[in-house]
């Protein structure tokens, strides 16, 4: 170890950045013991709204942060989505439940500087977690060979360094660790420039309390009330050369009356505030690699949406819950550093897909004037009135993630009834009673693996959830309404093997009696430390026993 390496401090994690995702990483690592570092250049939250939306897998990520009954407080409710034409006639419509399966609102509107509040408020109760503002970070470095991270920082004019076991890039689309990553981006063709409008008014709004996406390439818009007198709307700027900031202040100010008639009447002298109005430029890119070594990418460092479909933050809140578990487990239990390599690989092509469904909404909005663009708009409204499609596009927001090591398909399902079943998906999160007391499944299951079974357990079921430390729950009996029965049974499968971020690793599909490839996925999840015998799954159960100790 060098002398430098010796006088400065070494951490577990460093999060550059200290946005939604990269405090809710912190938070999610906390909760399994593993202390941090959060580096942020600002002093305090950003005060203006950025991220308006969230969906009921993302309260679901907040409910595992430890912050769900907050950020309840300060969320409001949204019906959906509407598609409207050019005269505010509805084309399509996509409705969002009161609870959706992971047991929140599928669609909630809140202020993103409350939520970072909270979310700063539930990391100073941490004692794992250390937050340090005003600081700059100017280089992250880590050699070939591997070894810990070196983050050079900068506080009032002085270099500091910290070591870390690894760091989390959450510092944005001009993320300085993207560039320490050696990662470009890949552009998915689409850009454009809008204004976006945050106002704050007691006038009688026209609003159906969901989002308005006016497809109507003369003026797409997006509109959507935020809070109780709170609203959004978001206009796409003129097609000529940028003018300067000054003028567009006051063209926007000349023509706001106009844009907004559809949804509110404006007399001068109203009550109407506009709290911000910016210019943004909407771009579609991902990263083309989201990790070198220990340095990882999430969030907008790693990929960039257009807003049309609300994915944005969280996309960046679905990478903090993949990659903190196993990097604890990685960091705490010795786990195979190929699990690390399995981020990526689940969280890209998840991230590619949210963005192409923006990119498609998008150029349903604002495709051309031409006679293609009305038919595409035209066959688009008509699409959406086949019953049963508005449910399933919804779904497509979240798809299930492809087959890999931590995603095991099962040859028998095959064989039998085709499919891919339950595995790759996100068990349901019903309210269910333990003790007397109605808790959400969740907090019954823990931060760690979980087996959901409606049989009794085979002995060696029961090996493979204790050397994983896995609770077994069987689903008879909590008091769901047979939610989580029914879903098994539809699903064809008399258990289930649940990661700690809730997707379904692996089943025992109907009539056998366990999981039949823990080898596929034990290699990588023990310690790689311990001497590790090869052969039949008594073996591995013996493996998986010695492992936890």
Known sequence: MTSEEETAAHVPVVIVGAGPVGVTAALLLARRGVR?????????????????????????????????????????????????????????????????????????????????????????????????????????????????????????????????????????????????????WQDLRFEERWTVVDVRTSLPVRCWEGVDQVCDPDRPATFMRIGEDRYRWEFRLWDEPEPDHERLDERLHERLRELIA????????????????????????????????????????????PPFIGQGLGAGLRDAHNLTWKLARVLQQGADERL?????????????????????????????????????????????????????????????????????????????????????????????????????LDELLGDSFAVLTAAPPSPSLRAVADGLGARTVPVAGLGDDGRLSAWLRAGRADAVLLRPDRVVMDEVPLGAADFTDTAGWASLLHSTQKPRPSGQLAVETGLLRSATR
Do not use: N
């Open 36 to 184: 941090t570092v959060v580096l942020e250049r600002h002093h305090d939250v950003y005060p203006l709204p950025r991220a308006v939306a969230a969906d009921d897998e993302v309260r679901r990520i907040l409910q595992a942060a430890g912050v769900g009954e907050e950020f309840a407080a300060i969320a409001r409710p949204a019906r959906g989505l509407r598609l409207l034409d050019a005269r505010h006639r509805v084309m399509a419509e996509f409705p969002r439940a009161a609870q959706g399966a992971h047991g929140f609102p599928q669609t909630s509107m809140f202020d993103q500087p409350e939520l970072e509040r909270l979310l700063r408020d539930a990391l100073a109760r941490r004692p794992e977690c250390d937050l340090r503002t005003g600081v700059e970070v100017v280089g992250v470095d880590q050699d070939s060979g591997g070894g810990p991270v070196r983050v050079t920082l900068r506080r009032d004019g002085v270099e500091e360094h910290l070591w870390a076991d690894a760091v989390l890039g959450c510092d944005g689309a001009g993320s300085l660790t993207r560039d320490a990553v050696g990662a470009g």
């Open 340 to 440: 690390l390599e399995t981020y990526e690989s689940e969280r890209k092509p998840h991230a590619r897909h949210a963005i192409r469904l923006a990119v498609a909404m998008g150029w349903a909005m604002t495709g051309g004037q031409d006679g293609a663009a009305a038919l595409r708009r035209g066959v688009l409204g008509a699409a959406f009135r086949i019953p049963g499609l508005t449910a399933a596009a919804a779904r497509d927001l979240s798809p299930a993630l492809a087959a890999g090591p931590l995603v095991r398909r099962h040859a028998l399902r095959r064989a039998r009834w085709g499919g891919r079943g339950l595995v790759g998906g996100i068990c349901p999160q019903p309210w269910v009673t333990v003790d007397g007391r109605r808790v959400r």
């Open 262 to 305: 559809p949804w509110v009447d404006l007399p001068y002298g109203a009550d109407f505030e506009v709290v911000r109005q910016a210019e943004y430029t909407f771009r579609a890119r991902i990263a083309d690699r989201w990790r070198r070594g220990r340095i990882f990418l999430l969030g907008d460092a790693a990929h960039l949406t």
